[in-house]
């Protein structure tokens, strides 16, 4: 019998492809998460409509990936793998109209 899944608790941010737990060996991700922060708060500051994360398996450890002031945009990240461990998550704050 398989064990149980354990549950993040972030119902909302699963089609972002968030992950629990221990990560599996996955494709190396295109860039860091650092750059990915960098790239997709860019997005945001220069009024972006559409952001698209590079597929691959980004691990951030306890750091949140942080999204501030976003207007309008959508994040798309079909093939990407963000994981994340206790206190880290996807954080948007002062946004309107975002939809990972």
Not at 21 to 37: E, I, M, T
Not at 61 to 85: K, Q
Request: net charge positive; hydrophobic share 40%; aromatic share 4%.
């Amino acid at each position: 019998m398989a064990p149980p899944r354990r549950s993040c608790g972030l119902p909302l941010l699963l089609p972002l492809g968030l992950a629990c737990g221990r990560p599996p060996r996955a494709a190396a991700a295109a860039v860091s998460p650092a750059q990915l922060q960098a790239r997709l708060q860019h997005a945001a500051d220069s009024g972006a409509q559409a952001f698209t994360v590079p597929p691959g398996s980004y691990r951030f450890g306890a750091a949140p990936l942080r999204l501030r002031g976003a207007r309008g945009l959508s994040i798309r990240a079909g093939g990407a793998t963000l994981w994340f461990e206790v206190g880290g998550g996807l954080e948007i704050s002062e946004s309107e109209n975002t939809s990972p």
